[in-house]
């Protein structure tokens, strides 16, 4: 199945430009304004606030580079006039999907961002940039820092997140992303789990050895269902003739079956194979994008926007997506409720025509941080309406679950 066939209309990317330039003020700039009460638009971060809190996922999830059970979430608060922004850190325990870590973010970020963003004024997210200088690389320890501040933008000027983005949807269509199980009859027990909960679309983990047949035995399970593969650099191009048999299985896409760096290789296999190539971990700014898209590496992106530096440089990567047609979806990094809620307003955005690894709360948390929890709806998560992201953390389960803070 070529995603050519099943693809966006796109029409949606021309109507979208025509919508961004309406937005778009004479200097380029988003004319958010209009969202604003008062008439001056800055606003003062009074006080920061870090916390690392404890997450039990519900059952461990694991994909080629290893399992996660126990994540260590990262929250960053800024206050400011009495408004509470957050933004999320989706580092891993380990190095094992990037080289950050919730370690490495916590370092960056109170030894050298936090401390610049307190006592600074912003009127949107871009003012915060200088907090970042000097700083290379660690996209998700910036990411968290930028987020918060396109919420604190949003509550500031009274409207949602979404609509500040950009966003035209009410609900976004959303998958589930299955870890690696034991047998394929548990893995059979779970996709028929998660097709009875209303996901339309599923995805799971593979890996040399836990691939062609595991998937076979799925696709025969399961003829219609919209099912993708997600290898996490698993392959090289010397298996180039077992990934080629993946082609029969009609899979929607195969996400970063090649190394992380390796964006040659990938349009190679790319020009070998029928099966969309989906880039993840290889696509961290707008240039990666921009290489991908000029090298034909991929026919999809996964956008992220705790791996990407942040909201604006997803929304960026997004714009350049729909300019060349080029479909998109929200991926997601076990995220809680927090960084859940960022990732359903950029999804909101037009060109994220594909399902995103947006499930509910409850798919992976038994009690997630925020109320209300994330739920599915006929295959759909709703994009929240109220002020910012939305919702609201708790701070009873705040106080419970964290395990180190700093202020600043
Ligand atoms: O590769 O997309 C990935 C989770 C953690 C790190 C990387 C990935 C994932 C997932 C799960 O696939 C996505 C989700 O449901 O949050
Ligand atoms: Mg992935």
Same mark, same amino acid.
């Given at each position: 199945m070529a995603i050519s066939g099943s693809g966006p209309s796109w029409s949606v990317a021309a109507e979208y430009r025509k919508f961004r330039c309406r937005l778009r003020t004479p200097t380029g700039r +988003?004319?958010?304004?209009? #969202?604003? *009460? @008062?008439? /001056?638009d800055t606003v003062k971060i009074d006080r920061v606030e870090i916390r690392e809190i404890r997450m039990r996922l519900r059952e461990p999830f694991e994909g080629s580079t290893g399992a996660s059970h126990n994540r260590r979430v990262l929250l960053v608060a800024l206050h400011s006039d009495g408004i509470t922004a957050w933004g999320e850190c989706v580092a891993?325990? $380990?190095? *094992? #999907?990037? #080289?950050?870590t919730t370690d490495t973010a916590w370092a960056i970020l109170t030894d050298l961002i936090l401390p610049k963003v307190a006592g600074a004024v912003m009127e $949107?997210?871009? /003012? &915060? &940039?200088p907090a970042f200088e000097g700083i290379r690389g660690h996209p998700m320890a910036r990411a968290a820092v930028e987020m918060a501040a396109w919420d604190l933008e949003a509550k500031a000027g009274g409207g949602s997140l979404a609509s500040l983005l950009g966003g035209v949807r009410d609900s976004v269509p959303v998958g589930v992303s299955i870890g690696l199980q034991r047998t394929d009859e548990e893995l059979h027990r779970k996709v028929t789990e998660y097709i009875d909960e209303g996901y339309e679309r599923i995805k799971v983990k593979i890996k040399p050895g836990r691939d062609v047949e595991m998937l076979r035995g799925l696709r025969d399970r399961y003829p219609d269902v919209p099912l993708m593969a997600d290898a996490n650099s698993a392959y090289s191009l010397e298996d180039l003739p077992r990934l080629r048999e993946l082609d029969a299985l009609g899979l929607t896409m195969i996400e970063q079956p090649l190394a992380h760096d390796d964006y040659l290789d990938h349009a190679r296999l790319q020009s070998e194979m029928e099966t969309a190539i989906c880039l993840d971990e290889s696509i961290r700014s707008v240039r990666d994008a921009q290489l991908a898209l000029e090298l034909g590496a991929c026919r999809i992106i996964n956008i992220k926007p705790g791996r990407v530096g942040g909201l604006s440089s997803a929304r960026a990567i997004h714009d350049l997506c729909v300019e060349h047609e080029m479909p998109v979806w929200c991926g997601g990094m076990l995220e809680s409720g927090v960084g859940r809620a960022h990732n359903v307003a950029l999804a909101s955005l037009p060109g994220f025509t594909l399902p995103g /690894? +947006?499930? *509910?709360?409850r798919r992976y948390w038994?009690? /997630? +941080?925020? $109320?209300?929890e994330f739920v599915l709806d006929g295959g759909t998560v709703s994009v929240p309406? @109220?002020?910012?992201? @939305?919702v609201d953390v708790r701070e009873d389960l705040l106080a419970e679950w964290t395990v180190r803070r700093a202020d600043f």
């Open positions: +988003i004319a958010f304004r209009e #969202y604003r *009460a @008062g008439q /001056d891993g325990e $380990t190095p *094992a #999907y990037s #080289y950050e $949107t997210a871009a /003012d &915060l &940039l /690894d +947006i499930s *509910a709360s038994s009690e /997630d +941080i925020v $109320t209300p309406s @109220g002020p910012g992201i @939305g």
